[in-house]
């Protein structure tokens, strides 16, 4: 919490984005119980999940978990997972004005944070995706890499796009304050999908919704997108309290144009790479970012599922104790 | 051509890439006929194929209907399309040291190149992948968006994966070279994929192979990557005539660093909006680069397959007569 306020002194704390899932050996053995629809929706559970990587791995924040696709039950949305999210029936256009907001139907989300947060002695942190990247999932299956329904849609129908994205960041704000009253003390936003958008359209259909959840929440926002790099100062212009950078460029090299704190960016790939390359790479970033009071450790974007547990280790131990 | 040497005067050249495919009636009416491995394979149909495009659509320059992973054919291993290239068997590092180098089983694409140079009344281009982009193709589906079997090999056995960026670029020079002596204008080099890299992944494993090209080559080369808006600069310090430029960032933003010619850069998307849109958004792109002697139009990535053909030619249509 005192790297989001540009204040850290000492060791940079680390986490790792979507770090209470598959590749934990104990969240495979709940996953043999229970299917992960119940694991999201049972507060107990979800809090017990939220909990495992700071037991087992030492990170030095928890992050809820949950998923960006639950807003679906916000909008009475029916939501399983199969191979993925699967959520019906998918919207068109013409659903879009008669979508009801449906915040009590997260309740559960908030009761999840206060369980947790009870029983945490590290930063618990809540959050939600971009309104562009949650309608990209209301509107279509993500089996390719560039959201062909999506973009379609909002060329030929603007207004109802816009309308639909109102709707979405209307639920977030209230979602998202329930869990900040729970108790979460900061929030990131994942607009994972905003990068399949050209500058144009960035401005148009995930910036200003971005801005308007920045704006309404009392808690520090995280904000993260692939392309993060790449889009760094235009994210900062929203004010955030810290931009979670995707691998692409160094992290040095965007701490000279963006004075806000800076989270990642190790490419989750490098968790495959021998223990000595990680520990090379961690002490490498490290070093190009002296006694920065803003630098918070990360992986560029989400773990993989199937990484193997021991370079997740082996990364928190060397931002742990980097001189070892 | 003019245009690939900063010479233009007059109207910008407008081609599309992928052009030759699935959108076209008259190529989906073929493919009932034959397979795909028979088009690309057949000199006579891959000529044919060619020109589909400059006939129905009226654009500026051909480019050589073929395949990125035909590569596959000159180190000896077996190549078929089903739901994409199915490349047999799939590479590991113990192979590289004994991949034979059989350019000749490439001889077909210059006998291609031959037969539609003599029918043509524009330019040919012929092309090839980017040796990053080849090999991930060698090593793996593509299936998911970010090669996870490609970015573990090169974490963990940098050596091999090195030796065989080294085969593909002496296989790509030999390729290149024969279809250049029989008649292609120009080359375009695709690294699609190389916007999974980082930074420094991108200098190591990417950069260097298409600089030997580039230098190997004596007709003009375009160079594309996925992620060319950003990496502009870097781009042009390889040497190529001209950058192909992704849809991220407006074209005139780039123009402002990069004196080289650029190509580009439609949403492919843009074409499934109503004409009107599209003729906007092209008097929009011509307008932005005014008199600009290096422009060329085209996508800012490969057509899609169920692109409304209306869509492609409201595009060229457009881009031939922009006040209309």
């Given amino acids: 919490l005192r790297a989001l306020k540009n204040e850290n002194v000492g060791r940079a704390p680390v986490w790792i984005m979507r770090q209470a899932g598959r590749y934990l050996p104990s969240y495979r053995k ?6 992960l629809r119940e ?4 507060p107990e559970l979800a809090a017990h999940v939220t909990l495992l990587p700071v037991d087992e791995l030492g990170v030095d924040a928890a992050i809820l978990f949950s998923d960006i696709t639950i807003a679906a039950l916000g909008f009475g949305l029916s939501l399983d997972f199969s191979e993925g999210p699967l959520i019906e029936p998918k919207l068109t256009p013409q659903d879009i004005p008669h979508l009801p907001l449906l915040p009590e139907a997260l309740r559960h989300t908030a009761e999840a944070v206060a369980l947790a947060k009870a ?18 999932y209301l509107i279509e299956r993500h089996q390719g890499a560039d959201l062909p329904r999506t973009k379609r849609w909002l060329y ?12 979405i960041t209307d639920l977030t704000i209230h979602t998202l304050r329930m869990q900040i009253e729970a108790g979460a003390d900061a929030v990131q936003l994942f607009d994972s999908w905003a990068h399949v958008l050209s500058d144009q359209h960035l401005r148009l259909f995930s910036l200003p919704y971005l801005k308007r959840i920045i704006d309404a929440l009392s808690a520090p926002v995280i904000l993260f997108m692939r392309g993060s790099t790449l889009h760094a100062e235009t994210l900062a212009s929203l004010g955030p309290a810290a ?11 965007v701490r000279k144009t963006v004075p806000l704190p800076l989270q990642g960016n190790f490419d989750p790939d490098l968790l495959f790479a021998p223990q000595e390359v990680i520990q090379e790479e961690v002490r490498a970033l490290i070093a190009s970012m002296p006694l920065d009071p803003g630098l918070i450790l990360n992986l560029g974007h989400g773990i993989k599922p199937d990484t193997p547990v021991e370079g997740a280790k082996a990364l928190i131990e060397a931002a742990r104790c980097p001189l070892l």
Same sequence: chains 1, 2.
């Fill in 39 to 42: 694991l999201f929706l049972n």
């Fill in 243 to 253: 931009i979670s950078l995707d691998w692409q460029k160094p992290m040095a090299a």
């Fill in 30 to 35: 709940l996953r043999q119980k229970w299917p």
């Fill in 119 to 136: 029983r945490l002695s590290v930063p618990l942190i809540a959050f939600a995706g971009g309104p562009f990247t949650v309608a990209s």
């Fill in 156 to 167: 030929q129908d603007p207004a109802s796009f816009h309308l639909l994205l109102h709707k």
